[in-house]
């Protein structure tokens, strides 16, 4: 597709299951973000990458978080071991360059933690 | 330390009224972006500013670089533009966006 595309877009898990969470950037994208929106909140920034490479990951809460994009492409983002807390929308985007392009934003995974 | 500050929070107006929404930076920045998110919506890029204006139909952003402001401007509002303004920015030497708290605009008919 031309946008940003993430999946699943709803995921309800129990508490201590692992969670996986797919984001297809737009093609040739360099750079991609994640970010979390708690209900009424701002987005909050986790982790990025510029191709293959994680550049920044200060954002990830704690270790059961990771991220990857190993080809430089699609991305993953996983938590482990859920917890209620982490209940939240998982939004995806991506931009052409690094320092500047526009963002596009993916329609989020909202994850729910039982 | 690198902040966003947003204002007004919420802002409600009445249908065709002209809507200013404020955002402030701490430290020096390579870009600032502007998104509006609808009530249970995804996140859609406005602006990308980097200095100067820029205008979209009726939606006008500017940036102050020396003032480390920014506003985003809406003519002849509707009750369509009703939405969550948010400004994020980046800051010099990182790459990350850092976002405002938003601004809730609520355009009544």
């Known amino acids: 597709g031309a946008g940003v595309s993430q999946s699943p877009r709803y995921k309800v898990t129990k508490r201590g299951q692992d969670v996986a969470l797919r984001c297809d950037p737009i093609s040739g994208h360099v750079s991609l973000y994640w970010y979390r929106q708690a209900l009424g909140q701002g987005p909050e920034f986790l982790t990025y990458?510029?191709?293959?490479?994680?550049?920044?990951k200060s954002g990830l809460p704690n270790d059961r978080f990771s991220a990857e994009r190993p080809e430089g492409s699609i991305s993953t983002l996983t938590i482990q071991r859920t917890e209620q807390r982490d209940s939240a929308m998982y939004r995806c985007?991506?931009?052409?360059?690094?320092?500047?392009?526009?963002?596009?934003f993916g329609e989020g995974s909202r994850l729910t933690v039982l | 330390k690198n902040e966003v500050e947003q204002s007004p929070q919420n802002l409600t107006a009445q249908e065709g009224e002209f809507i200013t929404i404020n955002c402030s930076y701490s430290v020096g920045i390579s870009a600032l972006h502007w998104l509006q998110q609808h009530p249970g919506g995804g996140i859609v890029s406005l602006f990308m500013l980097s200095s100067g204006k820029k205008k979209h139909g009726r939606l006008i952003a500017t940036i102050n670089i020396q003032e480390k402001h920014s506003s985003l401007h809406i003519t002849a509002s509707h009750p369509r533009d009703s939405a969550v303004y948010i400004c994020a920015v980046r800051f010099i030497g990182n790459e990350k966006l850092t976002f405002g708290t938003g601004t809730r605009l609520t355009i009544i008919p």
């Open positions: 985007a991506s931009s052409l360059g690094r320092y500047t392009g526009e963002l596009f």
């Open positions: 990458f510029n191709y293959e490479a994680q550049q920044d």
